[in-house]
């Protein structure tokens, strides 16, 4: 495989922990390490939530304007007023992981222990962990603490910075 | 010897990717592994894997909606 001191090195700060924004930094950690590179991957506010031991992630059709769910042959748009509605998000969720699971898609447990086999490194945000009062005992094995100096100093190495 | 060949028809990206790779952790350097898969992406995915990778796709073709990829370990 490529000189390991020659592999470029990507880094991705990662925020949000809904279902639809998880797929890319683990489809991205995933692959890029699969190509080569060496991958960190920092977990902040609600990105923390796709350490924690149990998923249990979520989409909402509140503030999603370009969501259209392929339902009946048709692409439908989801207008804002149904996400107050009793059970619609969680429809939504459960009609987005049916989709996945369909599609040969892979779910985000399987992709995030594909990234800690392939020894993606992942930081989880000190920070916003106490913040939350999340604690060491919620998360997943792998992931160590750090705060945002460690972020820097692996990004300034790194030759692909993303934040998601 | 039989050529090792990895099935990754309806899995959608990143599998077809991540699974060979693994998979060709296992082919002696030098040998080949070929890759089915039904995912389109798949075709520039493999092309842009082997050119990052250094690995030789040796071979490219679709058949009846089946994509086969022959990739050759190269280091």
């Known amino acids: 495989m490529a000189d390991v001191s020659n592999a470029k090195s990507m880094s991705m700060i990662v925020t949000k922990g809904s279902l639809d924004w998880a797929y890319p930094p683990f489809i991205l950690a995933t692959t890029a390490a699969a190509m080569g590179l060496n991958v960190t991957m920092f977990f902040t506010f609600y990105g923390l939530t796709l350490l924690k031991k149990k998923l249990d992630l979520k989409i909402s059709t509140l503030g999603n304007p370009a969501m259209e769910m392929p339902m009946f042959g048709m692409h439908i748009g989801m207008p804002n007023i149904v996400s107050a509605l009793p059970g619609v998000d969680a429809a939504a969720t459960a009609m987005m992981k049916n989709l996945i699971k369909k599609k040969g898609v892979a779910s985000i447990e399987e992709l995030r222990g594909m990234a800690l086999e392939a020894d993606v490194k992942m930081i989880a945000c000190q920070m916003t962990m106490d913040l939350f009062e999340y604690t060491k005992d919620d998360m997943i094995e792998g992931p160590v603490l750090g705060g945002a100096a460690t972020y820097i100093e692996t990004a300034t190495k790194s030759d692909i910075n993303l934040f998601i | ?75």
Do not use: H, W, Y
Not at chain 2, 3 to 28: F, M, T, Y
């Open chain 2, 1 to 75: 010897m039989a050529e090792q060949v990895l099935d990754v028809k309806g899995l959608n990206c990143p599998l077809p990717i991540l699974r060979a790779k693994k998979a060709l952790k296992d082919v002696p350097t030098g040998s080949t592994l070929r890759v089915l898969a039904t995912d389109p992406g798949a075709v520039k995915d493999f092309e842009a894997f082997c050119r990052t990778t250094g690995n030789e796709l040796i071979e490219s073709k679709s058949e009846n909606n089946v994509f086969s990829f022959l990739i050759k370990r190269t280091a």
